[in-house]
Every structure is written in C-alpha cells, then in structure tokens.
C-alpha cells in the first residue's frame, strides 16, 4: 500500500522513540494538534495543555504507536482529555446548581467541611481510572442507565455494572485519604 503524501518526509523505518523522529512528528503535528483543539475549547491555554498531554502520552506509548497511526493517537488522545475535562465540568457544575443558595442557615464549620468534601470527591473522581470515570459520570451526571451505557461504549450491561461497582469502591477509598 503506498504511503501518503503526509509520511513523505518520514524514514518509516525509524522509531517514534527516537529524539530526531519524535521532534520531526511533534514539528509537523503540534500546531494543527493545538488548533484543533483550540477550535474545540475556545481557550488557548487548555488547547496548549491538551496538545502537550496528547504529545507525552504518545512519548509514553511511542514503542506500540506506528508512523502511521501517529496523527490519529494524537488527535484522539487529545480529544478524549478533553472529553473527559468537559465530563469533569459537569459534575461540577450540576453540583454547584444542587449546593444550597441560602447559606446563612449552615454554620462556617458546616460550609468549611462541606467544601473540603467537594475538593475531596472531585479528586477522587478524576484519580479514577478512565473507564470507571466514564461509567459513572454517564450514569451519575448525564442519568444514563446502564443499558444506554453499555450500548454507547460497546460493552455488556455486566460490564458496566462491574465498572460502576469498582468505580463505587475506589471513590470511597480515595475521598478517605485525600
């Protein structure tokens, strides 16, 4: 199969763990990677961020990614970072509609403890592993029964069920020692 124009400048032969090859792929995909991004988020900053996680994920996977398949690692990394970071935002906000207006009823003990608790959940939900995180925002936030999970992702019912049940089970470890 002939390669495209856009791995012409490549020696195929070459590994992405290489420095010079791994500078070259970053030269030629960075600026489209962060655009992208860009155009996606509407912050430059967070697309800066999400191309340099998607670039250190690929140096960190750079002996199973082939030439070929670099533009596409790349791209779907970043995109699911930021998937995940918009995931993330909804808690949030559905949490902040949810709190309370009227705090004038709580104590400043009541209102402390409560926010150490909001800090605490939400690093706990992004130390979650990525499919464990995903199961139960789509059920916590988005209301999704498992069904309709597992029909989104591609997986059985059983599998999101066990999914949610690790996902239960890690939160409560990690908000105790967070």
Known sequence: MPRSDQYAHYDMSESICEEKTFESVFV?????????????????QRSEDLMQEAFSKLWE?????SME???????T???????????????????????PKNSQSESPQFLMEEKEFEIRLMKAIEELPEGQREVFLMHRIDELKYREIAERLG???????????KALVALRKISKRV
């Open 155 to 165: 997986v059985s019912v059983k599998a999101i069920e066990k999914r949610m049940h």
């Open 77 to 99: 990394v970043a995109n699911n970072r930021f998937l995940n970071q918009q995931k993330h935002r909804k808690v949030v906000l559905k949490f902040e509609k949810q709190a």
């Open 61 to 65: 996977e750079c002996a199973k990614v």
């Open 28 to 44: 030629t995909h960075a600026e489209n990677l962060r655009n992208f991004m860009y155009y996606k988020s509407g912050d430059l």
């Open 69 to 75: 398949k670099v533009k596409s690692f790349l791209f």
